[in-house]
């Protein structure tokens, strides 16, 4: 019997650019002012703690709000396939049984790209049974946040072109 259920949150979205256009734009997420510009509602801070943002092995800090929550994360960045994955985890070994893994996919269409951003939760089943409606709820607001973060870098990058 399985203790935590994973939940799989994903948002795609199609942008007329290219693969490499679409991962030099994680190239570009350095700093602050950086970061906010992706999403200037809910991104607050961003720190590069080693390394770069898409690079194996790298660390970085972020705070965005979540749900209406202010969140400070430390990421690993696990996985690197450039012009196609960033795969990146909790850097709390705690936190990652909860939440395991994000993952930014770029995939080529038809002269442009699909952009996935998915994001990996834990959840056990007292919580899902207890809190069932602050569990949807969290889950919608972070959902929003995903599709408001793929519609934002759509903006930003078909504005490029």
Known sequence: MKLLEEIVLTNSIEINT???KVFGFFLQIVDDASYQAWHPDDHVAFRLIKGKFCQQGSIVYAEEY???KLHKLKFL???VVPN???EF???SRLLRI???RNTFIIETRNGSCVFTASCVLRVGRLVKLLARNRLEQ???SIRKHMKEEGESMK???EKRD
């Open 84 to 86: 196609r994955k960033i």
């Open 66 to 68: 979540l749900h209406g």
């Open 138 to 140: 969290g889950l919608l």
């Open 98 to 100: 909860y939440f395991p």
């Open 18 to 20: 290219s693969p490499e």
């Open 77 to 79: 960045i696990k996985e």
């Open 89 to 91: 985890v909790p850097v």
């Open 155 to 157: 903006r930003i990058l």
